[in-house]
């Protein structure tokens, strides 16, 4: 049985390499928009998972065109634009299998699994809105616009916080 220095030892690795991958995220700049407020990116199909603007999530990368696209993000330093697929069991999802929304996302670096496949972290910048698909070879390309999130809430928004808050502090 292990001892309990053992296990603090394991601990502080692992807060250590997760501390070391989070930051590789941060690494990475946003996309310029041009002119019109857009940006073009390769795609990242997520299956079954929604990315939001600031969040940090492990990610399992599946196909060749994943692959590919986040390995070239990777290797010149750019985000790409993860999109939730409508039906997660398609393998080569096309344009019309994803929701219009997306999120900028930097891609950590890919860890291959003991059954083969691939697992990164990826961090949310901000929403994309598809405009339109450029290509589908070797990987999903879109140009997309940012969508400007106000930078305080209205009193409304501010309400329906209040509320949710105190509703979850009931429930907890």
Known sequence: MSHPKDWNEEEDNFDLTLSQRTEELYRVPNREPDDDGMIEAAVLPLRDLVVFPRMVSPIFVGG?????????????????????????????????????????????????????????????????????????????????????????????????????LDLLERCV
């Open 64 to 164: 060749e065109r994943s692959l590919l696209a986040v390995q070239e993000a990777q290797l010149k330093e750019l985000t790409v634009i993860g999109l939730t697929q409508h039906d997660a069991d398609l393998d080569n999802p096309g344009p019309d299998d994803f929701l219009p929304v997306g999120v900028e996302m930097a891609v950590g670096r890919l860890l291959q699994m003991p059954d083969g496949s691939h697992s990164a972290l990826v961090q949310g910048r901000r929403r994309v809105e598809i405009v339109e698909f450029r290509r589908s070879k070797p990987y999903l390309m879109v140009r997309a616009r940012v969508v400007t999130e106000p930078e305080t809430a209205d009193r409304q928004t501010q309400a329906l916080m209040r509320s949710v």
